[in-house]
């Protein structure tokens, strides 16, 4: 789907076009379960996050000003973003991305098995070690991670998320960045040690 495309949706679905409004839905929900399951690495906990983060897409649809051709995209992951930190304030328990290539498994609704998501989790030993790592970093780094580097946004929209301007953005990803490599580098020496 392209940028005008997009748009025109959005106006539709802001004049209460449930149909428009469900274009939208089909497009974006793959790839936003796609996140909130890298995020949570829980299924049924992606799934909530999804849906709550529809609900509030389609609450606050018609505050939503579209300001470039990526501005939906940022919107639409920055109430993903909020989502996923408020999930780890209530509960707590912190787990961290977890990349699963996405040739491996097919994240449309019908076809996401959580045994086959769990088997990938389990065994695979980099996922592992790039988990012990991010934990350890603050949250803006570890959504900058997620963002830039994980779902492969842009820095315009990136920014837009973490509500900092482009230039500190793409500093912030560098020391994440470095920071993660730091850590994961020390993870490894204990672990070899070990």
């Known amino acids: 789907m392209n940028t005008q495309e997009i748009k025109n949706l959005i ?37 909530d996050i999804t849906s709550n983060t529809f609900l509030k897409a389609l609450q606050g649809l018609e505050k939503f000003e579209w300001q470039t051709d990526s501005s939906f995209n940022a919107w639409i992951y920055k109430i993903a973003t909020n989502e996923i930190n ?18 491996d498994l097919d994240l449309s609704d019908n076809n996401l098995h959580s045994k086959t998501i769990q088997a990938a989790i389990e065994n695979d030993e980099y996922l592992k070690v790039i988990n012990r790592s991010l934990i350890k970093m603050n949250r803006t780094y570890q959504d900058i991670i997620r963002l ?9 929209e990136v920014s837009r998320i973490i509500g900092k ?3 500190t ?4 990803c560098m020391r994440a960045k470095d920071k993660l490599k730091e850590l994961i580098e020390k993870d490894n020496k204990k672990f070899l040690e070990n």
């Open 11 to 47: 106006e539709k679905a802001k004049d209460k076009d449930s149909q428009a409004f469900g274009e939208l839905f089909d497009f974006y929900y793959p790839k936003i379960l796609n996140y909130t399951l890298r995020s949570t690495t829980n299924l049924d906990n992606a799934k």
């Open 86 to 103: 408020q999930f780890f304030r209530k509960n707590k328990k912190y787990q961290s991305i977890i990349k699963i290539e996405e040739k």
């Open 148 to 156: 830039r580097y994980i779902e492969d946004l842009s820095y315009e």
């Open 165 to 167: 301007n482009e230039s």
């Open 169 to 172: 953005t793409r500093v912030y």
